[in-house]
């Protein structure tokens, strides 16, 4: 990912364990002021059956947590 805006400051980091908790500890260390995380939008059973990393990371961190869902994307027609 590179970002459009050659004046933007990004950081690359690669963490091990469990996501939400690497997120949140990763953010900490950086001293973050926001994290922005994709998120499949899934409700009711789904998220219950496969948990969500977006909404445990919004509980644990410390900064605000801005969550993206992925846009729909509409069937092939044939």
Known sequence: VK???PNIPV???LVTGDPATSVVQAAEEEN????VVGSHGRTGLGRLLMGSVAE????KAHCPVITVKAPHKAPDKK
């Not at 445990?56 to 509980?59: D, E, G, Q, S, T």
């Open 3 to 5: 970002p459009s805006d």
């Open 11 to 13: 950081i690359y980091r």
């Open 32 to 35: 973050a002021d926001l994290i």
């Open 56 to 59: 445990a990371i919004v509980r």
